[in-house]
């Protein structure tokens, strides 16, 4: 997960699609303005406790969600932001909600969750002008979930409702068309199949997920293993083969096996980090155009 935050953040502006200007300008607000997000939750923790009616809370509720996310605590911001409710959809606050409940849950690594959040929203809400602005979470999530074809429609559909020029329009289309080819997407790892290739042929599955050194590390350790533990057996001593040799085996066998899921899992994290650097530089470029 932790690549997927680090990558993550080179997309704050997109944060920034809504504005942290408030009405307001109390002690908490100029906390977070320089930056001091844990004071400023604290503050905004003691507004709230002071606050007249429900909609006031909802908003400092709100306010104290986007300290934990700028704290990189996306679990507690998500358990602020699960706890407003809404009556009614057409909330001024309403969409605001919703959009950093989707952001929470995909920094967190629940893309599915987030898409889930989206879709709600797009259900409940009568503004659809303001779909637009979930889009690149919602390509991000599709790009997290292997949903290829999903995400270049949702790439194609946010440039379409952006006020480009025909020809750059057909430029940015063609670019996205050409991203999405077959060649072009991440060679995803399948963490089961290195673990089974594993589980058959020692250092197999690290092999398969792209560390030959290390597969071959494991596999001549495991078999020095099961030789030390063949000649104690043959010279009969089976008390120290069994507890040196299979032991050890045993050790280093299924500890393999689990490396070579978590190298699976780092590699198709740091693939996903490489395609979605172009996505960041597309929409980094769409908007500098626009």
Not at 86 to 109: A, I, P, T
Not at 170 to 175: A, G, N, Y
Not at 236 to 242: E, K, L
Request: charged share 20%.
């Amino acid at each position: 997960m932790r690549y997927t935050i680090k990558y993550f953040f080179s997309f704050i502006f997109l944060c920034a699609i809504f504005s942290n200007s408030t009405a307001q300008n109390g002690k908490a607000d100029s906390l977070y303005a320089v930056g001091n997000y844990f004071a400023a939750s604290i503050e905004y923790e003691r507004m709230l406790f002071h606050s007249p009616d429900v909609a006031t809370q909802h908003y400092f509720k709100y306010r104290k969600a986007q300290c934990y996310k700028q704290l990189k605590d996306f679990s507690r911001a998500l358990e602020e932001l699960q706890s407003i409710y809404f009556n009614n959809s057409s909330d001024s606050l309403y969409m605001r909600v919703c959009y950093e409940q989707s952001l929470c849950l995909y920094l967190n690594g629940e893309a599915p969750k987030a898409l889930w959040k989206i879709d709600e929203y797009i259900h409940r809400s009568k503004d659809s002008t303001s779909f637009q602005y979930f889009m690149p979470i919602k390509l991000l999530c599709y790009n997290e979930t292997q949903q290829w074809n999903e995400a270049k429609g949702c790439f194609v559909q946010f440039i379409k409702a952006q006020t480009f020029s025909q020809e750059k329009e057909k430029e940015l289309t063609d670019s996205i068309e050409w991203l999405y080819t077959r060649k072009n997407l991440p060679r995803m790892k399948s963490a089961d199949r290195a673990e089974t290739w594993s589980r058959f042929i020692p250092g197999a599955g690290q092999i398969y997920a792209g560390h030959t050194g290390e597969g071959i590390t494991n596999f001549l350790i495991n078999a020095s293993i099961l030789t030390f533990a063949g000649i104690q057996a043959i010279n009969h001593y089976y008390i120290t083969g069994y507890l040196m040799g299979l032991g050890f085996f045993n050790k280093t066998y299924h500890g393999g096996m689990k490396r070579a899921v978590t190298l699976a899992q780092e590699r198709n994290k740091e693939e996903m980090i490489r395609f979605n650097s172009k996505i960041n530089q597309m929409i980094r470029e769409s908007c500098i155009a626009e």
